[in-house]
Every structure is written in C-alpha cells, then in structure tokens.
C-alpha cells in the first residue's frame, strides 16, 4: 500500500510532538513493507533544528512553497491507496484538496494529532487554518488523537462521516531502557516544552514540590522556556533534549512527571506520548489525572497519579524497589499495547474497513502486520 502524508514536520523534534510520532508511525509502516512519503513545508523554524534528514525505506520531501510542489505532490497522490492530510500542516487545505482532484481517487484521510485544541479553538469562534471551511465531511476517514466525547463532537461539529481514535504510541528502537550513566541522580524530572496552560499543574507538581524538598534534587528539559521561569536551587535545566537522548534523561531520575496540556486533560481520552515514551524507558511514572486515564495505564499499579503537593511528595518517599516495580508493569503494558507497530496496525485495519464500505473490496490485500483493534465508530 501506498500511503502518502502532508504534515508539520518529521524532519524536527523542536518544540512540537508530531515528529516522534510520525517517526515510529512511519518505521512501522516501512516495516510492514507500505511505501511512505511525507511531504513537509521546509520552514526555517525546524530547519535550524533538523534533528532527522530521512528514514530508510520511506521518502521526506521537503519543499518551500506549495506550487513549487504542486506537481510532485499531485504525481504521488495520483498513485497513493491513501492520502493522510493533518492538523497543523502549512498546506492541509490544498493538500486535501488535491486529493480531490486527481483522476485516480484516493482514499481520503484527515488525522488531528491536536483533536482537543482544535475543538476548543472552534468553541472559541476561531478560524482553524488546517481545516476546510466546509468541515471534514469530504473525508473518508477522520483520525482523532482523543477518544471518547471528541469523536462525537467531530461527527456534529466537522460532519466527519467516519471518525476513530488513533491515540500516541512509542517506537521501543528509540525508547527504550538505558543504563544509567555517571553524572547527577535526580529525584524527580519532568520532559515537556514550555507551554502557559501547563504551568498551573507544573507548579504545583514540580516547583512547589522542589521547594518543599530542598534536599532533593530535580531535573527539567525542554526548549522555550522564559528568563522569568520560577527556578530554585535544586532544579537543573536541560535546554531541548531531542528523542535520541529521551532514553538518558529519563534514567537519570529515580520518576518522571508528566503534565497533560490543558484542552487534552478538559476532554479525556488523550494520552500524552510522553506517557508512552517514559515507560518505554523504564522510568516510573507520575501524571496528573483525566478521564480516560485509566485505560491506557493501571493508576496505582503501572502509574501514579497525582493531585497535590503532597502527593508528589509521598511517591518520593516511596522505596526504589517499589518504584521499580511499578515501571516494570508500565513497561510490559506499553509493549503489549501501546507501540508505534500497534498503531500502524490499527491504522491498516481501518484503511481497509473504510476502502470496503466505500467501493467494495477495491484495495489489494495489505502486507506487513496482523491488524487488530480499533472499531471506526469506536467511542474511546
């Protein structure tokens, strides 16, 4: 199968979570012997970042303008089984229009890697820039990163026809567990890029627990962070930590936090691909708490979650054997669930059910992965 992708970026990691998502995606559909290409408009913002120039066995283009590209992009498209249109890409709009045009339709895709922050953005009254002033109803497929009530308001909002969850994941070639290296051993890190609506549970989570455990010793990474931050003597900073040094930062503390964007805790369902990535690591795992939560990690067993200070500040008294034990069930229910390959699965089976309600059985058989999971009217 050919699928093609117009999206925001594969090549950079800076500041943006769609290229570590789209990497595991891409490496599992290669894997499974689908032809890939990605097109990404080559804005100077991630190309002073550029922390990946290809990925074996699948095709990056990179172009300045969409009519440089017109013709290169209409070429595959008239050759793809799928078209995979999403949010933030430059030229969503004229790539799903393209999509269109072509004289050998493909199979219509748009996925929202932001569902949330696209819905509350419509409920604001704002325009959405990646999406078609008609809404998603020419699309065969909508591909959501939130379950549950999301979906539903995709089908009345957007008029999507066909909508399903295709939550975050994690590719185990690039997150996996590291050994430990000399160095500082922190008590608590926290990996995010700076972000206002994070900052009220980042606080109360991370800066007031540090301040209230001065004797311990934090670490944060991320990029975009303001002069004002509210630092104190025992938090270090790492400025940007790109995916192929995840592993390290992570194993150089005894648990990791993670904080949910604000419209991604509000609707549920949206697991952040930190979560993933941590406990593909091996490090134990702290998050504030959503709906949903529950269905991707087991509170108290694969996960802690947290709701104060205080909390945050038992789950540091807890024994290393303990935290152990809980990063080991995260683990195996990652692997079990929750990786890049499971993902390229689910999409496969949806592809496919989708191709047959359309036209009947048009779409030669899929190689690669058993597919499995994933129902397209699926609530989360």
Request: charged residues 20%; neutral net charge; hydrophobic residues 40%.
């Amino acid at each position: 199968m050919k699928l093609v992708i117009f999206g925001l970026t594969l090549s950079s990691s800076w500041g943006n979570g769609h290229a570590t998502l789209w990497r595991g995606l891409v490496r599992a559909l290669v894997c499974g012997g689908h032809d890939v290409v990605f097109f990404e408009r080559d804005v100077p913002y991630y190309a002073a970042h550029r922390d990946l120039d290809c990925i074996p066995g699948a095709q990056l283009v990179l172009y300045g303008d969409w009519r440089a590209v017109n013709q290169q992009a209409r070429h595959h498209v008239e050759s793809a089984d799928a078209v995979i249109v999403t949010s933030y890409c430059e030229d969503a709009v004229a790539a799903g229009r393209l999509s269109l045009e072509v004289n050998r339709a493909p199979l219509r895709v748009f996925y929202d890697l932001d569902t949330p922050v696209t819905l509350a953005r419509l409920r604001a009254g704002e325009r959405v820039p990646y999406l078609p002033a008609e809404g998603l109803a020419s699309f065969d497929l909508v591909l959501s990163y939130a379950g549950g009530e999301a979906l539903d308001t995709l089908r009345q909002a957007l008029r999507a026809r066909r909508v399903a969850p295709l939550y975050g994941h994690v590719d185990p070639q690039a997150h996996r567990p590291t050994p430990r290296r000399t160095g500082p051993r922190f008590d608590l890190s926290y990996l995010g890029t700076y972000a206002n609506d994070r900052q009220p549970a980042l606080r109360t989570f991370f800066i007031d627990a540090a301040r209230g455990q001065p004797a311990r010793q934090f670490v944060l990474g991320g990029s975009g962070y303001p002069r004002d931050f509210p630092w104190s003597a025992n938090i270090s900073f790492v400025h940007h930590v790109p995916p192929a040094r995840h592993g390290e930062f992570y194993a150089s503390s005894r648990l990791t936090l993670n904080v949910t964007r604000a419209d991604m805790a509000a609707s549920g369902f949206c697991p952040s691909g930190r979560l993933f990535e941590a406990a593909a690591c091996g490090t134990p795992l702290l998050s504030d708490g959503w709906r949903g939560l529950d269905q991707f990690f087991v509170p108290g067993k694969e996960i802690l979650v947290v709701r104060s200070t205080q909390d945050v500040e038992n789950a540091l008294q807890l024994s290393d054997t303990e935290l152990s034990r809980i990063a080991q069930a995260a683990l195996e229910r990652v692997l079990a669930e929750h990786t890049s390959a499971h993902r390229a699965a689910q999409l496969e089976k949806l592809l496919e059910q989708t191709g047959r309600e359309n036209a009947g059985d048009w779409m030669r058989p899929l190689r690669g992965h058993q597919t499995a999971g994933a129902a397209l009217t699926g609530g989360s």
